[in-house]
């Protein structure tokens, strides 16, 4: 059972390039989720989806944009990266949103030079 | 702007005490409560989920909620050494309906048990 996962694991950017980072997860789950972590803070939340064909912003959903074609994808788009965007960024997943736990991908890593 | 604050830390506990973090939110309608444990370089992994006031048992973990004051905590007994992680409190806002799963978290606090 692999749950969510993400790719790639790690990735160095040049200012102004773009990036997408991949997430898939098999648990047949309807919401997902983009979140941030920058050093020493919580997690704050980029975009999410609440099935296929639905997506909103989070908090900081600037220099960002996604697509929900399947249940199981939800990719990140990253256009004219910004050292600004350095940061480990997950991607979650839950069954039935409110109240229930979500389950994260293991982390991209990004660093923008 | 709804927000999470934690004690950044680090709490420094010896082996087998009593660890206790604490959490307190703004939003006031909130409804579910999560305690994640993040490993360096790790994501986070769900250790307990509280719903209602009061406490809530598992295992050598124990959340308590107290909406009147908007605070929430996690106590660990007998701490070891393997709990030392970075402990993220996160809240499902309200949302006049559904928050659709959406968290918001706390910056976290840094644990660290010492033989």
């Known amino acids: 059972n692999a749950g969510v996962t993400q790719t790639p694991k790690f990735r160095i950017l040049k200012i102004g390039q773009s990036m997408t980072l991949q997430c898939a997860q098999d648990?047949?789950?309807?919401?997902m989720y983009w979140y941030r972590q920058d050093p020493g803070m919580g997690l704050k939340l980029i975009y999410y989806?609440?099935?296929?064909?639905?997506?909103d912003k989070g908090e900081v959903p600037n220099g960002y944009n996604v697509s929900r074609s399947t249940t199981e994808d939800f990719p990140l788009r990253l256009e004219l990266a910004a050292p600004s965007q350095t940061s480990v960024y997950f991607c979650?997943?839950?069954?039935?949103?409110?109240?229930?736990?979500?389950?994260f991908g293991q982390g991209t890593r990004l660093t923008v030079v | 702007q709804k927000e999470v604050e934690q004690n950044s830390g680090p709490l420094s506990v010896p082996e087998g005490a009593i660890a206790s973090l604490n959490c307190t939110y703004s939003?006031?309608?909130?409804?579910?409560f999560f305690w994640y444990r993040q490993y360096s370089g790790k994501s986070p992994e769900l250790i307990m989920f509280?719903?209602?006031?009061g406490d809530k048992e598992d295992g050598r973990f124990t959340a308590q909620l107290n909406k009147a004051s908007q605070y929430v905590s996690l106590l660990i007994r007998d701490s070891q050494p393997s709990d030392s992680a970075t402990y993220l409190c996160?809240?499902?806002?309200?949302?006049?309906?559904?928050?659709?799963?959406?968290?918001?978290f706390g910056q976290g606090t840094i644990l660290t048990v010492h033989p």
């Open positions: 509280i719903y209602s006031n």
């Open positions: 989806s609440v099935g296929a064909g639905i997506t």
């Open positions: 996160a809240v499902n806002p309200s949302a006049g309906g559904t928050s659709y799963g959406k968290l918001t």
């Open positions: 648990m047949n789950h309807n919401y």
């Open positions: 939003d006031r309608g909130s409804q579910s």
């Open positions: 979650a997943s839950s069954s039935r949103g409110q109240g229930t736990e979500a389950f």
